[in-house]
């Protein structure tokens, strides 16, 4: 089925590096349920967003602390009704200018055409595990 999971998912990640959280909110169900792993980076908390308003929150947060923000996954597999990517993210501190890059892998599942939980890692590897893949 997935081509239009992968579509979807790429229409999502689009919305995200331009900042459009409306435009984003679009390809997520209302009940989604984001474990973000840059929040851990930016608060040292596990912090878990739900629904439309959660991610709004999640944006302005970002916005917060956050200059700029971009993610490439160079690697997107479909897996039926679960999307797996991995690729890096960049981002810039709004008070420091410090610029950082680092790994990042998230793992989402959607179910009629939207994405309904999202969990992303800064170790791929533990997104190949969540996904029930082999790290190899």
Same mark, same amino acid.
Not at 41 to 65: A, Q
Not at 73 to 87: F, K, T
Not at 114 to 119: P, S, Y
């Given at each position: 089925?997935?081509?239009?999971? %992968?579509?979807s998912?790429? $229409?999502? =990640?689009?919305?995200?590096?331009r ?6 909110? #679009?390809?997520? *169900? ?16 596990s ?19 956050l200059?700029?923000?971009?993610? %490439?996954?160079?690697?997107? $597999?479909? =897996? ?7 690729g890096?993210?960049?981002? #810039?501190?709004? *008070?420091?200018?410090v ?34 893949l082999?790290?190899?």
């Amino acid at each position: 089925m997935s081509q239009e999971h %992968v579509e979807s998912f790429k $229409r999502a =990640l689009d919305a995200y590096n331009r900042r459009d959280v409306e435009a984003m909110a #679009r390809e997520l *169900d209302p009940e989604i349920e984001w474990h973000s792993a840059i929040s851990i980076l930016l608060s040292g908390e596990s912090t878990v967003y739900r629904g439309h308003e959660g991610i709004r929150d999640l944006f302005r947060e970002f916005d917060d602390v956050l200059t700029e923000i971009h993610v %490439v996954y160079s690697e997107i $597999r479909d =897996l039926g009704d679960r999307v797996l990517a991995m690729g890096h993210i960049w981002t #810039r501190g709004r *008070d420091s200018g410090v610029e950082t890059e680092s790994r990042i892998a998230l793992v989402s599942d959607i179910s009629n055409g939207k994405t309904t939980w999202i969990h992303s890692y800064l170790d791929p590897h533990e997104a190949l595990e969540a996904a029930g893949l082999s790290a190899e």
